[in-house]
T-cell receptor
């Protein structure tokens, strides 16, 4: 199994600012995933973060808006840049271990 | 395109059995998994099927038919704490990436 922590757990931000979300895993993993869950909606994959290479973004998500760092095998950050109210969501990081996907507790972001 | 269909809401009583269906249309298929999410919580893994057939884990079972692009989650002996959202998700490769269905809200009544 994998235990994942995220910081911050929640934040309220002003339009136009940026927020960096941290994700820490208790074991080394090759790939980490960042998902977004808008209010009352399902989860949508933003990007896959590999250690030592650039993140791979899904359709509709771009690096300028959601820059990702992956400095080592247990840590990643996702930045939500130039925020607007439409970015209000829960952001979750996730890893795969033995065919199971584990999720962090999420970061609940509200943009005013 | 890629799509997963599941019912938006299901209601059942304590002690009953409920089945949540999921049909999928994706480019590539590696496996179907199920997740439970309580209000305000993170999704938690319930089961994974890569091959046809039934997988049983306690009160929860999951079934897959690859030829029909169909699976279901079966919850037995329902308890009030089972009230949550349930998501099916498809792995399209061995990378760990998941495509999620829209989720089924299960309400268990006394």
């Amino acid at each position: 199994s994998a235990v994942i922590s995220q910081k911050p757990s929640r934040d309220i931000c002003q339009r136009g600012t940026s927020l960096t979300i941290q994700c820490q895993v208790d074991s080394q993993v090759t790939m980490m995933f960042w998902y977004r869950q808008q209010p009352g909606q399902s989860l949508t994959l933003i990007a896959t973060a590999n250690q030592g290479s650039e993140a791979t973004y899904e359709s509709g998500f771009v690096i300028d808006k959601f820059p990702i760092s992956r400095p080592n095998l247990t840590f990643s950050t996702l930045t939500v840049s130039n925020m607007s109210p439409e970015d209000s969501s829960i952001y979750l990081c996730s890893v795969t271990s033995s065919d199971e996907q584990f999720f962090g507790p999420g970061t609940r972001l509200t943009v005013l | 395109g890629q799509s997963l269909e599941q019912p938006s809401e299901v209601t059942a009583v304590e002690g009953a059995i409920v089945q949540i269906n999921c049909t999928y249309q994706t480019s590539g298929f590696y496996g179907l998994s199920w997740y439970q999410q309580h209000d305000g919580g993170a999704p938690t893994f319930l089961s994974y099927n890569a091959l046809d057939g039934l997988e049983e884990t306690g009160r929860f079972s999951s079934f897959l038919s690859r030829s029909d692009s169909y699976g279901y989650l079966l919850l037995q002996e329902l308890q009030m704490k089972d009230s949550a959202s349930y998501f099916c998700a498809v792995s399209t490769g061995n990378t760990g990436k998941l495509i999620f269905g829209q989720g089924t809200t299960l309400q268990v009544k006394p």
